[in-house]
């Protein structure tokens, strides 16, 4: 059983059966899952992403929009969803707390190591947002990153399908799943786009392990937290 873990969600997750914005059941169905792995007596950091908003990276020179100021809003749309995620969470019973990388004291506690510890050991779980607070950096290397810093001894990739595959299962249906991989290969293949590859490439620099599974599987991130086979597993 792992002690403490990452959980990273992406925003598209979030929009459930919307095109965009968030749908309250899926995020009420995460915090029944979270709730699993809370009571095993693990410890949870969860990051958002905010694609069901805005992605930075598509807007950025197509539209007058410089990247800098589309990552921005990348940031802070994934803060929007994470204030959302707690609440929600809070309502389902699950001791939850929102923090930031950006500034935006009004809206949610800015992240210092210490009060993240002091969060996670008082059992809570720890929800943070705003990536890194840096452009050029996406929500899957913020999460990787997160983990090396509070000492996450797993980083699980939430995805809409059950690992990573050769080429998309959604548009082939001869796809053959990998139920582990190395670092370099998951690195090397340009056809592997489930996480960036700078996420990817930290992770193998600091020998963080990442899990990509199904999370709208019920029991699977609890399954994962526990070492069980889920998904793929990367290290």
């Not at 598209?12 to 309250?24: A, V």
């Not at 940031?75 to 019973?93: K, P, R």
Request: proline share 3%; aromatic share 6%.
């Amino acid at each position: 059983m792992y002690k403490r873990v990452l959980l990273k969600i992406s925003g598209e997750q979030l929009s459930g059966k919307h095109e965009f914005g968030i749908d309250p059941a899926v995020i009420r169905y995460f915090a029944r899952e979270v709730q699993k792995v809370l009571r095993a007596g693990c410890q949870l950091v969860l990051v958002v992403g905010g694609g069901n908003v805005v992605r930075g990276a598509q807007l950025a020179g197509k539209t007058g929009i410089k990247r800098v100021t589309a990552d921005q809003m990348g940031m802070l749309s994934g803060l929007m969803n994470a204030v959302a995620v707690t609440d929600i969470f809070e309502s389902e019973g699950v001791s939850t707390r929102c923090v930031t990388n950006i500034f935006a004291d009004q809206v949610a506690e800015p992240y210092s190591f210490r009060s993240a510890e002091s969060h996670l050991g008082a059992g809570r779980v720890l929800v943070i947002a705003g990536g890194i607070g840096r452009p050029f950096f996406t929500h899957d290397t913020a999460a990787v990153s997160m983990a090396l810093e509070l000492s996450c001894e797993l980083v699980l990739k939430a995805t809409k399908v059950d690992g990573v595959y050769d080429k998309d299962p959604m548009l082939h249906t001869d796809a053959v799943r990998f139920e582990k991989l190395s670092y370099p290969e998951a690195v090397r293949n340009d056809a592997i786009k489930v996480m960036d590859k700078a996420a990817l490439g930290l992770a193998m620099e600091q020998n963080m392990p990442v899990i990509v599974l199904d999370a709208l599987k019920a029991d699977n991130i609890l399954k994962a937290t526990k070492g069980e086979p889920v998904g793929t597993f990367i290290a």
